[in-house]
């Protein structure tokens, strides 16, 4: 059953705020830290491409190749995996991407709302 572009974002925004708790819980130079916020970094991601393909070009456009390979990164390269990279992601990128996403849903359920 394929969902809907609601449910994939419903879905990523709570990987993301797994990923805050987990990092709330410790610097990301912490091993366990950092392999958990790898891990739902990359379910963000991957939920957004399988759920809402056509979302994710129209969202980030050119940047998506890039946002996807960071995803791939983590999942086919774990072991190799520099936490620079996911702390630069995490620090720099992913605000603005989760900002995009968190809006983008609540006007989704605004719009469902509407008369």
Do not use: C
Not at 38 to 53: F, K, Q, V
């Amino acid at each position: 059953m394929k969902r809907t572009p609601q449910e994939s974002l419903a879905e990523a925004i709570a990987h993301l705020d797994a990923m805050h708790r987990h990092l709330a819980r410790g610097a990301i130079d912490d091993e366990t830290v950092a392999d958990a916020v790898s891990l739902r970094l990359a379910a963000t991601i991957e939920t957004l491409h399988r759920g809402a393909p056509d979302l994710t070009t129209g969202l980030f456009g050119d940047e998506w190749s890039v946002i996807w390979g960071m995803r791939n990164r983590i999942a086919h390269g774990y072991a190799w995996i520099d936490i620079e990279t996911v702390r630069a992601t995490v620090d720099e990128d992913l605000p603005s991407v989760e900002a995009t996403l968190r809006s983008l849903l609540q006007q989704i359920r605004d719009t469902a709302r509407e008369p």
